[in-house]
Every structure is written in structure tokens, then in C-alpha cells.
């Protein structure tokens, strides 16, 4: 008999395939018996079915079983009104004690996330991850772009050193990618226009914050002839739009039986903030000032009532904060003509916490030369990057976005661990 998903139970004979949540015995076992699409009650008399019932008797919380039997419908069984009356049970394995409960700690669910994971409601956060990426790539393909895989191991860094992981590659010393910026910016002079990548990356980032991961999934994105960053965040806003249409008008009503809420509506445009108007803003408006060790950025308290404003004054639960100081962006951003103090470049924050950064890059190679040399690094050490920009370059930006940080704040959690699958932090390698 082939398997039925308990989502999809109509009454007649079934099988099913999940693990028991709950066991009540007492004249009559019943099990609670869950699998990725919901749960279902399973009655075995013992009376009329003593075998079955004898092996249902082996069976400890969160045993992996499969069952067949009869669905009927019955208006005294809650769940949905289903149960099964089994005929067999196959037993896959049975569970030791399990050693989480309730009032486990958020590092002992680490410890053992596998079985933290058996939840309905976390499931749903990783359903929504994969429509999340869906969409996007629907969004890039509907779009004209291509999508690139580029080197997770590498001989140059991003940021030109800092916050990589070292590694031994044969004789050579090599690093683990912290952002496939400068392969994607490849792309540009290779003539692709428009490219994108989702993938893990690596950052040596001793943060022990709700923010941050060593190991973290983002969306990449590069595309060519552009004026400004402000066409990079035309499309990216568009690709937001694109995605939380989709996923509202997919799982909207899941969302809210699990969150006791709507899932927000993108039907307004994201508001844009150059960094020294928002500094105005949040002394005049939130009485609030941006330490002056941090100045040139936003700090977290900065991020959260710029953001409030941002709700107050747009109704918007994103906004760009634009034109960062040049000094304080990476060196392939591109000078803003008017203010050359001032950059090209933009950050999107997302109910207070920052998911994207991106900008307009410099593409002509003895300007992109001088910005390494003032950074402080080596232009030998950047060699093989410069010669990207030697035999022709477009004008081109893009964007990074950090899946976990929008998760996060999408089902408003407080930690970006709550949305990864394993996390790994300066003191999580394992499981």
C-alpha cells in the first residue's frame, strides 16, 4: 500500500509513516502519531486487535512507526476529526527517553536539535524558508538572471583579511568565502548583466549576539548599468514585493494559526534615509544620539527606532538607510560624485535589525586601486581581483541579504538561531 500524508486522510483503508507525540493507555492506547503535514489519533482496542496492541505496548514517545489501517471520521475525536483503527504496526525504531521537555534551555535544544526540531511550528519556519527561496529564484528567473555558483574556497578575501577562516589548501593557504562579492562583480565583466546566488558563507566573527552566525545562508545579487544604488534598491524592493506576495497568499492563514497574527503586506514603498538625515531624525524625533565611537553607522538601538519611525511615518515595516561615509563601506564601493566624503551604498533594516547591505561598486580599475591602497591594504594581495576590472568593466551593484536575520524578524524571534537549521557560533561546532 503506498503511503498517505496524514494531511490528506479520507476515510478507507491507509498507511501512514511518522513518529508517536503522545501515548494515553488505559482501557484503550491511544497514540498521537505526527509526520511533516500534521498529526492523527491512532485507537487500538485491546479486546479486538491483541496483537496490534502488544506491539503498540514496545512503542516509547517519538518512536518512529508506520501504521496501516482503517480512517473513519468520527464527530467525538478532535484533530480534525480523523482516527485510525489500526490493523499493523511496523516499528522503525524506538526512542530512548528523550532529554529535552519544556523547560529545556536554548542550549541544550542545540545540543540536541534534531529532536528540538519536532515541533509544528518550527517546521512551518523552515516551510516558509523554502518558499522564501522559491520566490526569489521565480523573482531572478522572471527577471533575466542568471544564477552563478562561485568558489567557497578562495586565495583572496572580501573585506581584504578580515573576519575569514584560514585554511590549508594543499601547499597553499587559502580562506573560506565571506561573501561571493568579488566573483559575482566577475560575473559583471564577463558579460552576464544580471546574476544571483543563494549559498553559505563563513565569517571568523567572535559576536556572541542574537545577530550573528560563523555559518550563514545569503542572497546574493549583481547586476550591470546602473546609474546609482538607488537602482540596485529598485530591485531589490521589487524582489521583497515579490516574495511576501507569494508567501502571504501561500501560508497566511498557517501563520497566523501558529503567530496569532496577520503576516505584514508589503503595499507601500520602502522609505530611503540618507544616514545624516536619520542621525537628525532620531535626536529630534526619538531624542535618541548614535554614540560617536559609531558614527558613520547605525548602532542596534539606532537600528530599532529608525525603524519605528519608519512604521510611524510610511507605515513601513523596512527602510533603507542610504549614502554611508566612504571610510566607513568597503573598499570596492564607489565615491558619491557630489560629496566624495559620502557613498554610493545602502543598508535595508528589517523591524530594527539590518538584513541587506549594498551599493553602486567602482568599476574603473585605477580608482578601485587607489580605494585598496587608502584602506591600508596591499594592492599585490589584490591582484587577482584588480585583473577582473583590466579588460573592460560595466558600471555595477548589488546587494547581500541574510536569510536568517529576515526570518527572524519575520516571525519576530529574538534569535537568528531560532531560523537556522544547525547553528554555528565561536563556541557551536557541534552537533
Known amino acids: 500500500m503506498k503511503r498517505t500524508y496524514i494531511k490528506d486522510l479520507t476515510e478507507g483503508e491507509c498507511l501512514i509513516k511518522g513518529y508517536v507525540e503522545t501515548i494515553r493507555d488505559k482501557k484503550i492506547m491511544f497514540l498521537i502519531i505526527r509526520d511533516v503535514t500534521g498529526f492523527v489519533q491512532v ?3 485491546k479486546d479486538k486487535c491483541p496483537e496490534v496492541y502488544a506491539e ?29 483503527y489500526p490493523t499493523a504496526i511496523d516499528i522503525m525504531s524506538v526512542a530512548d527517553l528523550i532529554p529535552l521537555n519544556a523547560e529545556s534551555g536554548p542550549d541544550l535544544r ?37 544564477e552563478i555558483h562561485t568558489p567557497k574556497i578562495t586565495t583572496i578575501s572580501s573585506e581584504g583579511g578580515s573576519e575569514v577562516f584560514e585554511m590549508k589548501y ?51 545579487v549583481e547586476i550591470s548599468f546602473i546609474d546609482s544604488h538607488h537602482d540596485v534598491m529598485d530591485v531589490e524592493e521589487a524582489m521583497f514585493k515579490y516574495i511576501m506576495k507569494g508567501i502571504k497568499q501561500e501560508y497566511g492563514e498557517e501563520y497566523k494559526k501558529y503567530f496569532g497574527k496577520d503576516m505584514i503586506e508589503m503595499n507601500y514603498d520602502i522609505p530611503r534615509i540618507p544616514l545624516y538625515e536619520a542621525y537628525k531624525i ?29 512604521k510611524e511615518k510610511y507605515g513601513s515595516d523596512f527602510v533603507f538607510i542610504t549614502d ?24 535595508l533594516l528589517f523591524k530594527g535589525l539590518e538584513i541587506t547591505s549594498g551599493a553602486q561598486r567602482e568599476h574603473r580599475y585605477d580608482r578601485l586601486k587607489q580605494n585598496i591602497t587608502e584602506n591600508g591594504i596591499n594592492p599585490d594581495d589584490m591582484q587577482v581581483y584588480l585583473d577582473f576590472f583590466r579588460y573592460g568593466a560595466p558600471t555595477h551593484g548589488g546587494f547581500g541579504l541574510g536569510i536568517a536575520r529576515t526570518l527572524a524578524k519575520l516571525f519576530d524571534l529574538p534569535n537568528v538561531k531560532d531560523v537556522i537549521f544547525l547553528f554555528r557560533g565561536p563556541n557551536r561546532l557541534k552537533p
Open 170 to 220: 594543499f601547499d597553499q593557504k587559502a580562506y573560506l568565502t565571506q561573501s561571493p562579492q568579488l566573483y559575482k562583480q566577475m560575473s559583471m565583466m564577463a558579460g552576464f548583466d544580471k546574476t544571483f546566488e543563494i549559498c553559505d558563507l563563513f565569517r571568523s566573527n567572535p559576536s556572541f549576539t542574537n545577530r550573528h552566525a560563523t555559518e550563514f545562508t545569503c542572497i546574493d
Open 56 to 84: 503498540a505496548k514496545k512503542l516509547t514517545p517519538h518512536s518512529f512507526v508506520a501504521i496501516t489501517g482503517k480512517c473513519v471520521y468520527s464527530e467525538y475525536v478532535r484533530n480534525g476529526g480523523k482516527e485510525i
Open 282 to 310: 532620531l535626536k529630534e524625533e526619538k531624542h535618541y544620539e548614535v554614540p560617536r565611537a559609531l558614527k558613520g553607522d547605525l548602532d542596534p538601538d539606532g537600528e530599532k527606532l529608525i525603524c519605528e519611525y519608519a
Open 110 to 146: 542545540m545540543d540536541y536539535r534534531w529532536i528540538d526540531l519536532r515541533d509544528e511550528k518550527k517546521v512551518f519556519i523552515f516551510k516558509i524558508q523554502t518558499a522564501f527561496e522559491r520566490l526569489a529564484v521565480e523573482f531572478f528567473n522572471n527577471n533575466g538572471f542568471i
Open 324 to 347: 554611508f561615509p566612504f571610510k566607513a563601506r568597503a573598499f570596492y564601493t564607489m565615491h558619491n560624485e557630489d560629496d566624495p566624503e559620502l557613498s554610493k551604498s545602502y543598508d
Open 43 to 45: 485507537t487500538i482496542e
